[in-house]
């Protein structure tokens, strides 16, 4: 795993080297093991340095920066990559899985490998097979090949989404990066709000499709590639998208049995690595199920969780936010080494402005327990194995998916008023200044979740909601989760997002994913042999900490402070009666907004950061 950023120019004319330096050093936590550059001028060819740039005025008309994580093939596998005769050049970020038996099928084809590594195997599957390759791919990942032949840049996610890849255009230059701060490091890079992500933020606490909190930078969508070529013009496409496919109607038992062929595959296939791994383990089915299979590989493997002290004061769905007891237990029962860290009301503003840093804008939840337990797990592994995408595979959500019935219309009304956090279009403009109104009085967030829609091709109402899920709320819990991991230079894998496994998983019916109110059955059959009774059967638990009542009580100057404070009013994104309002409601216990204050909080950290 490790941190990408670069510049092609594409106009006849050089941009500084030195920038590419910059746009590496930002992001020097997601890779510390090395660090290198590639530069190309049409006059001089390829020059990789190691570490230090000469000359870092001097100009390139493309360039790469490279920070390495090293995990497999370590003492190899360094980046910038080239291939056999140097005209092709990569520069990637993540693991594929499957990459030995790519390697064999090259090989038969009569490439030749110089390392051990998956990256040289991308290369090559790259050269052989062009953009047709990515579905190939099983495994997270965003990279970028140059092609000096063609003078042609072409960049590149994993078809759900794991690794981020941000790019720009701007002054005939195509910049990307794996974090938005890298492009930023762009002299003279605008730096502007974009107010439709604001008002889809206020409303679903996430923002769909290629928009980011920043005007002038996009996200590439998960499955797609894009290229770019010396006359500036781009392409881009999607390898991979959700399709109708044939439910599996078998009975019961028979899918369980399959499903729990392919989750122990999609667990063991990750454990792949030169370095020690781990698994995050809350106790809960999720991810006792990845470290249930994992410990079988990896004895005294190394778990994780994040425990909280929950005030005496807390109301009744706040008391069973601490998971500690039952994740000790579970480690016990499984022969783990089991860690934990425990919050309580001072680590929410001790990391928040670091957190706000790391995410580079605002995103979905409350994540600053994610810090916390990431830094955690770099104290003794550099690799673990998380639970996300669980829920948006089998229904977790069974408040929200038990729902909406009914026809296609009436059901995408329905569920996009499922997915309002916050506010929908009409009440937000009590809470939007003039100016922000006026900005957004075109844009309808209903239109969003349409857009979406249009990927969803089942009348299988429950296998149509949790499309939905995968595709935006899943998509922005792994945004996080790969910024706050990476944060402290641990790469995070998640099993639940195998190829295979995600494509076996859509085939199931809605009815045994969510069966009689009772969430992930299918999944719970197919656990039985992994992990006890009162594990399978545990009430549903997200991994949050109980906020509302710190905000209430111990945090409350310091909420108001942020959020109401003269630095946040005076930028008249917001009315300061409706923030003053929603404060007043929080505190009285009339509402809980603990969500809408994190983001409110993290929003102004973002101007802050990033805008002043």
């Known amino acids: 795993m490790c941190g990408i950023a670069g510049i092609y120019r ?108 998956d990256t040289e195997t991308i290369l090559h599957l790259f050269e052989a097979e062009d953009t047709e390759a990515l579905d190939r791919l099983n495994g997270i990942f965003a990279f970028a090949i140059w092609d000096s032949r063609r003078r ?14 941000y790019y720009a255009v701007y002054n005939n230059m195509l910049i990307f990066a794996s974090e938005i701060k890298a492009i930023l490091e762009v002299p003279g890079f605008p730096r502007r709000p974009d107010p439709l992500t604001i008002a889809e ?148 503003f001790a990391v928040m402005q670091q957190v706000a840093w790391a995410l580079d804008e605002p995103r979905l939840g409350i994540s600053y327990q994610n810090w916390y337990t990431n830094r955690l797990v770099r104290e003794h592994v550099t690799v673990v194995l998380g639970g996300s995408g669980g829920d948006e595979l089998f229904a977790g959500y069974p408040w929200r998916h038990g729902a909406v019935q009914g026809d296609s219309e009436e059901w995408n009304l329905a569920y996009y008023q499922q997915w309002i956090r916050f506010f929908d279009d009409e009440t937000k403009t009590a809470l939007f200044s003039d100016w922000l109104n006026r900005e957004t009085v075109h844009f309808s967030t209903y239109d969003s979740f349409l857009e979406v829609m249009k990927n969803v091709h089942t009348d299988d109402p429950i296998n149509r909601a949790l499309c939905f899920d995968f595709q935006t709320f899943l998509h922005g819990l792994l945004v996080v989760e790969d910024k706050l991991s990476m944060a402290h230079s641990v790469e995070s894998r998640v099993p639940f997002l195998d190829n295979d496994f995600v494509d076996f998983v859509l085939r199931i019916p809605g009815h045994l994913k969510l069966k009689e109110g009772q969430s992930k059955h299918i999944f719970k059959q197919a656990m039985t042999r992994l992990l006890p009774e009162e594990t399978l059967h545990r009430r549903k638990q997200g991994f949050t900490p ?67």
């Open 546 to 612: 109980p906020d509302a009542t710190w905000y209430r009580t111990v945090l409350r100057a310091e909420v108001t402070d942020l959020i109401l404070g003269k630095q946040a009013v005076s930028r008249n994104y917001f009315r300061p009666e409706a923030l003053q309002q929603i404060v007043d409601d929080h505190m009285q216990g009339r509402r809980n907004y603990r969500f809408l204050l994190w983001s409110l909080m993290i929003f102004e950290w973002w101007n802050r950061l990033f805008l002043t």
């Open 10 to 117: 594409f106009d006849g004319h050089l941009f500084e080297r030195g920038t590419i330096k910059r746009m590496g050093d930002v992001i020097a936590h997601r890779g510390p093991d090395d660090h290198r550059y590639l530069f190309w001028t049409p006059t001089q060819g390829h020059t990789l340095y190691r570490h230090s740039i000469q000359a870092p005025e001097q100009g390139a008309a493309l360039g790469f920066a490279h920070r390495r994580l090293a995990i497999i093939d370590v003492q190899g596998g360094h980046q910038p990559m080239p291939n056999a005769d140097e005209t092709c050049w990569i520069c990637y970020n993540g693991e594929i899985y499957n990459y030995l038996e790519l390697r064999e099928s090259l090989i038969t084809k009569g490439y030749t490998f110089q390392t051990q590594c």
């Open 201 to 348: 933020h206020f409303t679903f606490q996430n923002h769909f499709g290629d928009r980011t909190f920043f005007k002038d930078i996009k996200l590439l969508p998960p499955g797609h590639w894009l290229r770019c070529n010396a006359s500036g013009e781009i392409q881009s496409g999607a390898y991979w998208k959700m399709r109708s496919v044939e439910p599996d109607r078998r009975d019961e038992t028979a899918i369980a049995e399959e499903l729990s062929f392919h989750f122990e595959r999609a667990v063991t296939r990750q454990l792949i690595s030169e370095v020690p791994v781990g698994t995050y383990l809350s106790g809960g089915m999720d991810t006792g199920g990845i470290s249930a299979v994992a410990v079988r590989h990896l004895p005294a493997m190394h778990t994780f969780t994040c425990g909280f002290e929950v005030p005496r004061n807390a109301d009744d769905l706040e008391q069973y936010f601490d998971e500690s007891r039952e994740s000790f237990s579970l480690a016990d029962l499984l022969g783990t080494q089991h860690h934990e860290v425990r919050l309580d009301s001072t680590h929410n």
């Open 152 to 165: 042609e840049l072409v960049l590149a996610r994993d078809r759900f989404g794991v690794k981020p890849l």
